[in-house]
């Protein structure tokens, strides 16, 4: 039974999670680039790291929002579609977090949408299912990409209105990593570099 107010334990480590922290001298105040950036700066730093880790391909930005996200992606060379039950225009502007500068996107720019919610059919059309804070999606997009032999990379937000809640003293990001091996996946977390929830969830088609 779904409970919105399911209490999470204490998050895991990063080396429960497999990821290696960056290293600082006791004391060593963080700068430049190892400083967080904000949160609305997610759309750049997960650009950067699908560009790091899968080789151009067609994507699907599932609840995708204003499409940011796809529009980078299709700027590195990505076929990048949103599915998002509500069209959004792209915004006018981004900053490019390696010049530091304030990039305008052009007007008239749009990034292929389909708008309506995501059903597991879609899932054929693409090579990576991506859900960024994609509320009640996560176990919908691993069950999808398993179910057409596809890769997935989450970063959740939190369970509400997934179809179950983990167990009593299971956090939420392990509980999906053991729905996602189940499912025959070999899942990696990584780490994103901005304030909040930044733990990401990764893995090739099974």
Request: glycine share 8%; charged share 20%.
């Amino acid at each position: 039974m779904h409970d919105a107010h399911h209490r999470y334990p204490p998050p895991p480590s990063a080396a429960e999670l497999g990821i290696k922290e960056p290293t600082h001298r006791p004391g060593q105040l963080r700068t430049g680039d190892d400083l967080p950036k904000l949160k609305r700066f997610r759309f750049q730093l997960l650009a950067d790291h699908v560009t790091r880790v899968v080789a151009p391909c067609r994507v699907a930005d599932i609840g995708g929002g204003k499409g940011l996200l796809a529009y980078l992606l299709m700027n590195a060379g990505y076929q990048a579609t949103v599915i998002d039950p509500q069209r959004q225009s792209l915004p006018d502007k981004y900053k490019d977090l390696v010049t530091g500068r304030q990039v305008r996107i052009p007007p008239g720019s749009v990034v292929p949408h389909r708008t309506c919610p995501f059903v597991a059919d879609m899932a054929v059309d693409f090579d990576l299912l991506i859900g960024m804070h994609a509320h009640g999606c996560n176990f919908q997009i691993i069950d999808a990409a398993a179910a057409s032999r596809k890769s997935f990379l989450l970063l959740p937000c939190c369970v509400i209105d997934e179809p179950a809640v983990p167990p009593h003293g299971t956090h939420w990001l392990l509980w999906l990593a053991s729905h996602a091996e189940r499912r025959g996946f070999n899942p990696h977390f990584f780490r994103l570099n901005f304030k909040g929830q930044n733990i990401g969830l990764y893995a090739a088609s099974a």
